[in-house]
């Protein structure tokens, strides 16, 4: 009984990207080894995250707030949202604390390999947020690959450029580069120099 229960623990850590049945079994075991000061903290963080973290309905940033906490802030600039693909970009400008505006997380990059397509971008949403809103600019800070460009241009297109401004990050970096990777002040130069799209 015991055993399946570890063997179910390893199958469904071997499920999180990245990680295969060997490092799986690796990580249960460390887990088991470090029982009281990280095994039951992580369960118990785990449970508690699921049930508390919500998707925000305006920017699909993730929080226990709804509107989240950037959305409902009165110190941010309503006039400027910056796209992005995920959360993780997110932390990186909130991080840097170089973006004073608020966001709009799509959650994905168009992919024909990863089923991610226009409607996924959900653009309607953020029209929507350009019609109630008194947005004037749409930065678009998406991945510096093909994938990153390509959902740029469709976001480009399906705005009309005389009603918004819409800018991309200029990069002062290797095309390929992801924008969480991108160091603080790499990423703020990139956010202060970016051009019109
Ligand atoms: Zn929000």
């Known amino acids: 009984m015991a055993q399946d229960e570890l063997q179910k623990l390893i199958n469904l850590i071997a499920r999180l990207p990245g990680l295969g049945q060997k490092s799986a079994q690796r990580i249960a075991?460390?887990?088991?080894?470090n029982r009281s000061d990280l095994m039951n903290p992580i369960a118990e963080s785990i449970k508690l995250t699921s049930s508390q973290i919500k998707k925000c309905d305006l920017c699909g940033i993730l929080d226990t707030k709804l509107p989240c906490k950037i959305c409902s802030s009165s110190s941010r600039d309503p006039s400027i949202i910056c796209i992005v693909e995920d959360m993780a970009d997110v932390w990186a400008f909130e991080r840097s604390g170089f973006f004073k505006g608020r966001y709009h997380v799509l959650g994905g990059l168009l992919s024909a390999a990863k089923g991610f397509s226009e409607k996924d971008l959900n653009l309607k949403k953020i029209n929507d947020r350009l019609q109630n809103n008194k947005i004037k600019e749409i930065v678009l800070?998406?991945?510096?690959?093909?994938?990153g460009q390509t959902t740029a241009l469709v976001i480009k297109d399906f705005f009309d450029s005389d009603?918004?401004?819409i800018t991309q990050l200029a990069y002062g970096v290797p095309v390929g580069s992801e924008i969480h990777y991108l160091d603080d002040n790499t990423l703020g130069a990139a956010l202060e120099s970016r051009k019109n799209l």
Request: hydrophobic share 55%.
């Open 141 to 147: 800070a998406l991945s510096a690959t093909i994938e």
């Open 163 to 165: 009603k918004v401004k």
């Open 29 to 33: 075991l460390y887990l088991i080894k």
